[in-house]
């Protein structure tokens, strides 16, 4: 059956406010047999028509009214991307209820408070690890949810729990009702009003227990005219159905969800999703995506590994490898001294240096089809993205929060600054707070409110409806805006003096060597840093220098590697003012990690965790 | 996907013959170059449409369904085998039965080739199947020495049926190499003989070039696609370890009777081709130098791999030609001083008291042009043992690596 039948005509698209559910009705109405979405499976890249992807999330719509899940209520999902997060995803919004979203990474104790705190009547546990995080937390720890969906059988088939249900079952409930009640769901579509809650998403949670910002339809509507549907950010225009996405970030995130539902509802973009994170390299290799978006870490990633496999590379390949190199910096340089446009010596070293360099680099990095990268989330070293934009990889830095749909502040093609977000979108309302330097919006992006936390929601706003960002920013020649920190991160020394720890923290990481850094100093003297390396490219220095090492830890602390982190600090300090250097600094002996209560969930270092965890290491250095 | 050579989104895209477009093209252009060959299309080339290349080539094409068959008994399924010259023998024989012409001596019923061919591959095939139980119960060099024997007992048989071989020492005739609808009809196509084809006049090497050319590629993309079949695959399975291979539901002992039987076909086709070709064979020919010939093949062409076993058959089967020309080449080049001489001198022995590594008079020290032969080849193996296991297609395999990885090197 596919997704125009059972539709009576007189609730033809158009009634309604605009969902995301809707706009991929739209899209299924029109491109019914191109491909919405892959996934690869079993080795190959499985794909999913427009026609096929509605009439699932249609069939699982229904699944959700037989199960009782009606308008206004939570389904809660905890899974890795893949097109069952999607589906259920839309599903929800498309009988008007409303898609929290867990990190696969959660522990059992953090799951258990999101999912009470949004009181979700049905989740879906991907696996077996994400059932038991359910299961073992005991028979009434949460009240609400009345059915627990699993995607993967594996493992889960022997447990007996009356609310467990196989995705299969799930779906083919769905079909019963489908034939029992058809344009039931059209019919919930039609209804659906701007106000209409669709997502919860809950902050990462640095300071305080994580709270569930609600976003509407009509934050949805105003983050796709304005992130996705803005021509102006892509040279070539606004992305289409013949654009290609790579789903890895989770989409529990506010980032992912704009990248890559908004986009597909949106734009019509192909969502493939990858095998997993740690796949992420091969999988850009095989999709050569055409629109890319990653955080920081993965950039500097990326960067780093082709960095040594440069170096690592036979006598001719690094000869060859030097020169591109030499070719990537000079029109990275002309290129950002022109806000990202080529200047004719550019355009000479870009012709040159692409057959010979740029191209299979690109082709090797699972760029070399992409017409528009981004990153956000955090502060991204200069270096990396000068190094992208020489390839001709130019990659966006922008700006926003979950509070905003991440509608805020973008580099516009064009008219790139470097170390900047770029500048607000046109239009909205976006302002510097004079007294403190906080970023503050207010735009019909601005979300809805915390979810049950009216105060809390109070706090966020300025008596005159503004929403505070909590972030501290400049104006860049009167028009791009700069981040400094969070106003909670701002260290006042005991001389009285003002830091921003993550200016000291960004230069610190840049280097290919610091994966980890927190810059401490609040109240004290001088300043000092706990650091962490980077395993992969330290190791593969130790290698090189031929300094044998056992763990992590080993390795951290030998004399050798420490010296070497000297260096990269002596670095740092160069740049900044004399109160601003490091005067000490210790190294992390552990990785950190989200399941030992180091990092939140997008990988944000949670700072009071830290300085408890590593109270000695902090109080020996002062 | 176009343009995205990394993205498959079905197997049959992933396990594609020719998956890129460069490839097609590039093998294409090859196949048409082939197939110009036997004409003077190029009038400056002196190889093209040489009757003696063509004979050559021809040969070139037998010996390649041959290594074919044998690259899928040791290269594919892993089981060492000297015996391939014994089931070459039987399909030479069962094709020389079958289509020849009977004499008070010898059997003969003069069936036509589209017959007689399939014919020897089958009954090769089928002795094949019969062996094959011991390769269950012996493995690598056990296997080999048992093999070995059928080469020794086949010889014996071949000597022994006179009905059958003819009289060990005249041999026996094979039928014309011929395509005939049936055998009191006229050929449809004579392959020995000049004549015109569609109008234009060919040589009868140039015929039977073009016969075993298409044969050639035929029999090609039935081993390359084998290679991708369930059974292609579960021979790979057992080559790397059979054990294992049971382990993952791989029936060993059918495994190694498919494996024997099919390889046995591409002998049995490729000794019947062999005995057409040359219309007259000695019994000695099937012999463990035969064998080794074709272990020589896939050992320098890489073992395993269907592009390795062609370059390797042309490499083997053209070598000595080359070096015959080679040396001819020098010898003109002493006796006429070229720009070469000294060099020439050095290595070409001409008269009786000359120093010189190769020999080109009767009698006297240094290696005659055979010798030469085969002392090149016993050393090609063994280089190629030591420093590239997986042959000519391993150089080409790092050549194309070595692009692939641009500008990294893994």
Not at chain 1, 323 to 340: D, H, P, Q, Y
Not at chain 2, 240 to 266: H, L, P
């Amino acid at each position: 059956m596919t997704a125009t039948m059972d539709r009576p005509d007189a609730m033809a698209s158009g009634s309604g406010f605009p969902t995301v559910a809707s706009r991929v009705r739209d899209w299924a109405d029109k491109l019914p047999d191109q491909v919405a979405m892959r996934e690869k499976d079993y080795g190959v890249w499985q794909e999913y028509t427009w026609s096929r992807l509605w009439d699932l999330v249609v069939d699982a719509a229904h699944g959700l009214l037989a199960l009782g899940v009606d308008e206004g209520d939570v389904v809660s999902i905890h899974s890795e991307d893949r097109p069952e997060w999607i589906i259920l995803d839309l599903a929800t919004v498309a009988i008007r209820g409303i898609t929290t979203g867990l990190y696969p990474t959660n522990p059992m104790a953090e799951v258990i408070y999101l999912v009470n705190d949004s009181g979700a009547k049905l989740h879906l546990a991907e696996d077996q690890e994400q059932v038991d995080k359910v299961l073992d937390a005991g028979a009434d720890a949460f009240p609400t949810v009345t059915r627990i969906l699993y995607v993967e059988p594996r493992g889960v088939r022997s447990y007996d729990d009356e609310r467990l249900m196989y995705w299969n079952d799930f779906m083919e409930v769905g079909r019963q009702h489908r034939a029992a009640h058809p344009g039931e769901i059209d019919r919930r579509m039609a209804e659906a009003t701007p106000e209409d809650v669709i997502t919860l998403v809950y902050t990462s949670g640095t300071t305080g227990p994580p709270k569930g910002a609600m976003l509407t339809n009509s934050n949805s509507a105003f983050a796709i005219d304005n992130i996705v549907m803005n021509g102006e950010r892509i040279r070539g225009g606004a992305p289409g159905p013949h654009d290609l996405i790579l789903t890895y970030l989770p989409l529990c995130h506010v980032a992912e969800r704009i990248f890559s539902t908004w986009h597909m509802a949106g734009a019509g973009t192909v969502l493939n999703f990858a095998e997993s994170i740690e796949t992420v390299q091969v999988n850009l290799r095989e999709i050569q995506p055409t629109l890319f978006f990653a955080v920081p870490r993965i950039w500097e990633k990326i960067h780093a590994t082709a960095l040594i496999k440069l170096q690592d590379a036979t006598p001719i390949k690094r000869v060859f490898g030097r020169i591109g190199m030499w070719l990537a910096n000079t029109v990275g340089k002309e290129r950002i001294a022109n806000g990202g446009n080529h200047s004719t010596k550019s355009r000479i070293a870009y012709a040159i240096g692409n057959p010979l360099f740029f191209r299979p680099l690109k082709e090797r990095i699972g760029l070399r089809r992409c017409r528009w990268a981004g990153t956000g989330a955090a502060a991204i070293a200069p270096e990396v993205l000068e190094f992208f934009m020489g390839l001709g990889v130019p990659v966006y830095e922008l700006y926003g929060m979950t509070e905003n749909s991440a509608v805020a502040t973008i580099n516009f093609d064009g008219r790139v600054k470097l170390g900047t977000v770029g500048e607000p979108y046109p239009g909205i309302g976006f302002r510097i707070d004079e007294e403190t330097g906080e970023i503050q919006t207010k735009h019909p992006g601005v979300f809805a409110g915390y979810w049950n936390k009216p105060d809390k929601t109070a706090e966020t706003f300025t008596p005159d409806g503004w929403l505070m960002t909590g972030d501290v920013g400049e104006w860049v020649d009167g028009t791009h805006v700069k981040i400094v920190d969070r106003i909670k991160h701002i260290i006042i020394t005991s001389g009285g003096k003002n830091i921003s720890p993550s200016e000291i923290e960004n230069s610190l990481k840049a280097s290919p060597y610091v994966k980890e850094a927190m810059v401490i100093g609040d109240g004290r003297k001088f300043i000092t840093a706990l650091i962490g390396i980077e395993l992969d490219t330290v190791g593969n220095w130790a290698l090189r220098n031929k300094i044998p090492y056992t763990t992590y830890r080993d390795l951290s602390e030998k004399p050798e590697v420490i010296e070497l982190i000297q260096k990269v600090v002596n670095e740092t300090n160069e740049k900044f003012a004399r109160v601003e250097q490091i005067k000490k600094f210790r190294m992390i002996p552990k990785e950190l990690d989200h399941e030992d209560g180091e990092l939140t969930a997008t990988q944000k270092l949670k700072r009071s965790a830290m300085k408890d965890m590593f109270e000695e290491l902090v109080e020996g250095m002062y | 996907m176009r343009g995205r050579p990394n993205l498959y989104v079905s197997y049959e895209e992933e396990q594609r013959i020719l998956p890129t477009m460069t490839q097609r093209v590039s093998m294409t252009f090859l196949v048409l170059v082939a197939l110009s060959v036997p004409f003077k299309v190029i009038p400056g080339i002196k190889f093209l449409g040489d009757p003696s290349w063509l004979q050559i080539l021809g040969l070139t094409f037998i010996f390649l369904i041959g290594a074919l068959g044998l690259n899928i008994l040791t290269g594919l399924a892993g089981q060492v085998s000297l015996g391939h010259a014994f089931f070459m023998g039987v399909g030479a024989y069962t094709a020389a039965v079958l289509g020849g012409e009977a004499t008070n001596a010898v059997y003969g019923f003069g069936l036509p080739i589209w017959v007689t061919l399939p014919a020897a591959g089958l009954v090769a095939a089928g002795i094949g199947i019969l062996v094959a139980p011991t390769a269950v119960r012996v493995r690598g060099l056990y296997l080999a020495i048992v093999t070995l024997g059928l080469v020794f007992i086949g010889q014996h048989i071949f000597r022994s049926w006179n009905s059958v071989a003819g009289v060990p020492e005249l041999g026996r005739d094979w039928g014309e190499f011929q395509f005939a609808l049936w055998s009191s009809d006229g050929p449809a196509l004579a392959l020995q003989s000049d004549g015109d084809w569609f109008g234009i006049a060919m040589l009868g090497e140039g015929k039977a070039y073009l016969f075993l050319l298409v044969l050639a590629i035929g029999f090609t993309l039935l081993a390359k696609n084998l290679a991708r079949t369930r059974i292609g695959r579960s021979f790979a399975a057992v080559r790397d370890r059979d054990i294992a291979a049971e382990v993952m539901g791989v029936n060993e002992v059918k495994a190694k009777t498919q494996a024997f039987a099919i390889s046995s076909f591409y002998a049995g086709v490729a000794g019947a081709l062999y005995g057409y070709f040359l219309g007259s064979v000695q019994l000695e020919t099937w012999n463990l130098f035969f064998s080794v010939t074709f272990v020589a093949i896939i050992l320098i062409g890489g073992a395993g791999t269907t592009a390795g076993v062609v370059m390797g058959t042309v490499f083997v089967e053209t070598l000595p030609r080359i070096v015959e020309n080679t040396t001819d080449f020098l010898e003109v080049q002493v006796e006429e001083g070229g720009w070469l001489a000294p060099i020439a001198d050095f290595i070409i022995r001409t008269e009786g008291a000359d120093f010189g590594l190769l020999s080109t008079v009767e009698n006297g020290p240094g290696l005659s042009v055979s010798q030469m032969n085969g002392l090149l080849f016993g050393l090609l193996i063994a280089v190629f043992l030591i420093f590239e296991p997986l042959g000519l297609y391993g150089i080409w395999l790092r050549i194309r690596n070595y692009w692939k990885g641009w500008p990294f090197t893994y």
